[in-house]
């Protein structure tokens, strides 16, 4: 069975940092690319960042370009988003989701649960 | 980026009722097009890839069309556990966008 299980979240004040990990299990990770997805409360979903799945490649949404980065250990099949210089925007509940499902590639087949992260002073 | 602009933002419907919600694409994203469906307080989970393929396990009320710019979802008879929010995605072009969601609640 698939399981994406996120860790990190919290509080940080305004220009602070964050890392977020996700642990990844149930499937060979190092076979696919992962992705970062953000949920501010209450509203709509927002593409993050993507890499594939042995790093060659990473993608980032302009909101996030030079503040975020994301990583992956392909031995201790992991993935991480470490987020500097916060703002309070960046609150939102943030899920890793995987490229691929059962029977098809690259759209968002496995989701984790999320977690949360307040930007607040 | 490719603007993904879901219509309507809120329908009210009853259980068994054929709901049809629509997204367009600011421009062509040829059949690149995804639906999901979130629950409160539960990931997104896929419906439907490449405009009008169901994903493993999504039952068949549930079809997609479209292509270009102009697609649809639709379920042919709204089960109580399909009152949620449903999101389009298109993966044509970087960055992945998402349309901003159709709730669909219970009437």
């Known amino acids: 069975e698939v399981q994406l299980v996120e860790s990190g979240g919290g509080l940080v004040q305004p220009g602070g940092s964050l890392r977020l990990s996700c642990a990844a299990s149930?499937?060979?990770?190092?076979?696919?690319?992962m992705n970062w997805v953000r949920q501010a409360p209450g509203k709509g979903l927002e593409w993050v960042s993507h890499?594939?799945?042995?790093?060659?490649?990473?993608v980032y949404a302009d909101s996030v370009k030079g503040r975020f980065t994301i990583s992956r250990d392909n031995a201790g099949n992991s993935l991480h988003l470490q987020m500097n210089n916060l703002r309070a925007e960046d609150t939102a509940v943030y899920y890793c989701?995987?490229?691929?499902?059962?029977?098809?590639?690259?759209?968002?087949?496995?989701w984790g649960q999320g977690t949360l992260v307040t930007v607040s002073s | 980026e490719i603007v993904l602009t879901q219509s309507p933002a809120t329908l009210s419907l009853s259980p068994g009722e054929r709901v049809t919600l629509s997204c367009r694409a600011s421009?062509?994203?040829?059949?690149?097009l995804a639906w999901y469906q979130q629950k409160p307080g539960q990931a997104p989970r896929v419906l439907i890839y490449?405009?009008?393929n169901r994903a493993t396990g999504i039952p068949a009320r549930f079809s997609g069309s479209g292509s270009g710019t102009d697609f649809t979802l639709t379920i042919s008879s709204l089960e109580p556990e399909d009152f949620a929010v449903y999101y389009c995605q298109q993966r044509w072009s970087w960055p992945r966008t998402f349309g901003q969601g159709t709730k669909v609640e219970i009437k």
């Open positions: 149930g499937f060979t990770f190092s076979d696919y690319s």
């Open positions: 421009q062509s994203i040829s059949s690149d």
């Open positions: 890499i594939t799945g042995s790093s060659s490649i990473t």
């Open positions: 490449d405009t009008s």
């Open positions: 989701a995987r490229d691929g499902g059962d029977n098809f590639d690259f759209w968002f087949g496995y």
